[in-house]
């Protein structure tokens, strides 16, 4: 699972070190926690565990992985559990 790291243009690098990066969500991982890459210089960042954005290097990635696995599984349980205790509707 291993991302090829997208070669960043003169351009998009000249383009942010002026106007600054216009980063977009590249990934949701869970609701709190999100990718982004800037559009111009393909720079990617990531939230950290207190909400600031920060540089996405292989440590952070594997992170993210491990967290997106985790929230998967618990939303998945969730919604089993949700199955299994609805109540049942009688129709006659």
């Given amino acids: 699972m291993h ?3 997208q070669k960043q243009s003169l351009k998009g690098k000249l383009y942010c ?3 600054g990066h216009n980063f977009q969500v590249s990934k949701k991982i869970t ?3 999100k990718e982004y890459q800037c ?3 393909k720079k990617e960042m990531t939230t950290n565990s207190k909400g600031n954005l920060t540089e996405l290097t ?3 990635r594997e992170i993210n992985y491990v967290l997106k696995r985790i929230h998967k ?3 998945k349980r969730f919604a089993a ?3 299994k205790n609805a109540p049942l509707k009688l129709s006659s």
Avoid: G, I
């Fill in 3 to 5: 991302k090829v790291p």
């Fill in 17 to 19: 070190s002026v106007f």
């Fill in 31 to 33: 609701y709190h926690v």
């Fill in 39 to 41: 559009c111009h210089c």
């Fill in 58 to 60: 292989p440590k952070y």
């Fill in 73 to 75: 599984n618990k939303q």
């Fill in 81 to 83: 559990q949700a199955l």
